[in-house]
């Protein structure tokens, strides 16, 4: 499943959550006032959390392009306001009535009117709003060194330790805490390529902690020389503070 496939292009104005009526940037301005992901589900309960961290990873992959894209909507937003208020100015006059375009899912009528707008924003054949700017895929953020290896690109941090703190419900902010060289985007495109990709990186998860065990249960086995050494030391002083406690009494 690739990223763009949760999302619908209708127009050149409006890229809409697939199987919603919720325009992504219901869920890029709720982000950049600084809701976090639990807080943006509260208030978009049915939105799952592909759909809303899908959508803060698509705009983080593609930031300047979608900049210029929520920039159009207000301004289509506008425009479509101030037109409305002519014409209901113009129909008070002759004694008729004007209404606003109204979406189905009340309250919820920018989406509708961003369709019904003239074009502000391009989005081309790949879902991307136009620019020049080359957009990155979301596969651009790892290093897929083996199959049993995706690394972070630019760092030494495996996928799983991002994949493995959110399992742990742990929010994005709580995993930069712990890793403060990640980027957002590093930290959302790896929630979101779990999301897009649950039932294979669920099999990449379990093979690193059975290959995990299997090394450590080999090491209990054929410890090396420091282990064994270290393990010496530690018998040696546990057996010199039982001999003080014996004198004791």
């Given at each position: 499943m690739e990223l763009t496939d949760i999302f619908e292009f209708i127009s050149?104005?409006?890229?809409?959550?697939?199987?919603?009526?919720?325009?992504i940037e219901f869920v890029i301005e709720e982000f950049l006032y600084g809701s976090n992901p639990r807080r943006i589900r509260?208030?978009?309960p049915h939105l799952t959390p592909l759909?809303?961290?899908?959508?803060?990873?698509?705009?983080?992959?593609?930031?300047?392009?979608?900049?210029?894209?929520?920039?159009?909507?207000?301004?289509?937003?506008?425009?479509?306001?101030?037109?409305?208020?002519?014409d209901r100015s113009a129909s008070s006059s002759s004694g008729g009535s004007s209404q606003l375009p109204k979406s189905s899912t009340g309250g919820r009528e920018k989406a509708v009117i961003r369709e019904s707008a003239p074009e502000m924003a391009q989005v081309d054949t790949g879902g991307n709003a136009g620019t020049k700017t080359k957009s990155l895929h979301i596969r651009?953020?790892?290093?897929?060194?083996?199959?049993?290896?995706?690394?972070?690109?630019?760092?030494?941090?495996?996928?799983e330790i991002?994949?493995?703190?959110?399992?742990?419900?742990?929010?994005?902010?709580?995993?930069?805490?712990?890793h403060p060289l990640l980027t957002p985007l590093q930290i959302y495109g790896s929630?979101?390529?779990?999301?897009?990709?649950?039932?294979?990186?669920d099999a990449y998860l379990k093979?690193?902690?059975?290959?995990?065990?299997?090394?450590?249960?080999?090491?209990?086995?054929?410890?090396?020389?420091?282990?064994?050494?270290?393990?010496?030391?530690?018998?040696e002083a546990r057996a010199a503070r039982l001999r003080l406690r014996e004198l004791s009494y």
């Open positions: 050149p104005n409006a890229i809409r959550i697939k199987g919603t009526r919720s325009d509260r208030r978009y759909q809303i961290y899908g959508s803060i990873t698509y705009y983080l992959l593609n930031r300047e392009k979608m900049d210029a894209y929520i920039e159009a909507g207000r301004a289509a937003v506008t425009a479509v306001i101030e037109k409305h208020r002519r651009d953020i790892f290093e897929f060194i083996s199959p049993e290896a995706i690394r972070i690109k630019g760092t030494r941090v495996g996928i991002v994949i493995e703190r959110f399992l742990d419900d742990e929010s994005p902010d709580e995993i930069r805490r712990h929630i979101t390529y779990y999301l897009l990709n649950k039932e294979v990186l093979a690193g902690w059975e290959g995990a065990e299997a090394a450590y249960q080999e090491q209990l086995k054929n410890p090396s020389p420091g282990v064994v050494r270290l393990t010496k030391i530690a018998e």
